[in-house]
C-alpha cells in the first residue's frame, strides 16, 4: 500500500531507506537521519517493548507486532501500528530491519474525542432533569 510507511534499517536503526510515505506522514526524509538510530525518535514509554520485538525479530528471523509513538519532524508525536521483520541476506552477516507500518494518529484522536463525548454524556445523565440544559451548556 502506497500510504505505508516503510523503513529499513540496519541493527542499531540507522536507516537504509525510507519510503516516500515517511516523510510525507513523519517529516523526515533519510538524510535527516543519517549518522543517527531512528529508535532516537521513538517515545521513551514505547523504546524498551519496541526494542524486545526487534530483538525478537533479530533473535527469531520472524516478524514482530508493533505499536508506538514516534516523533514528528515538528515534534509533534505520530501513532504508528506494524510489523518489524529481521531480513538476512546471504552474504551478509547482520540482517535488515524491515518495518512497515500504518499511521493511526488520526483513528487514535477520534477515538480520544469519542472516549471525552461519551464521559461527557454520561456526566449528564446522571444530572438532575431541571439541570440537564445548564450542564451540557457548561461541559460541552
Not at 21 to 34: A, F, T, Y
Not at 73 to 94: F, L, M, N, P, Y
Not at 121 to 136: G, H
Amino acid at each position: 500500500n502506497a500510504a505505508d510507511l516503510i523503513m529499513v534499517l540496519d541493527t542499531a536503526g540507522k536507516p537504509e531507506y525510507f519510503s516516500p510515505s515517511v516523510r510525507h506522514k513523519l517529516g523526515h526524509d533519510i538524510e535527516d537521519c543519517r549518522g543517527r538510530s531512528v529508535f532516537d525518535l521513538f517515545h521513551a514509554d514505547d523504546r524498551e517493548k519496541t526494542m524486545g520485538s526487534v530483538l525478537a525479530a533479530t533473535r527469531e528471523q520472524s516478524c514482530q507486532l508493533l505499536e508506538f509513538k514516534i516523533r514528528h519532524k515538528s515534534g509533534a508525536w505520530r501513532h504508528i501500528e506494524g510489523r518489524v521483520c529481521a531480513i538476512r541476506e546471504k552474504t551478509e552477516d547482520q540482517p535488515h530491519l524491515v518495518i512497515v507500518g500504518q499511521d493511526l494518529s488520526e483513528k487514535k484522536e477520534m477515538e480520544s474525542q469519542t472516549a471525552f463525548l461519551i464521559k461527557k454524556l454520561l456526566d449528564a445523565r446522571e444530572t438532575p432533569p431541571e439541570d440537564v440544559d445548564t450542564t451540557l451548556a457548561t461541559k460541552l
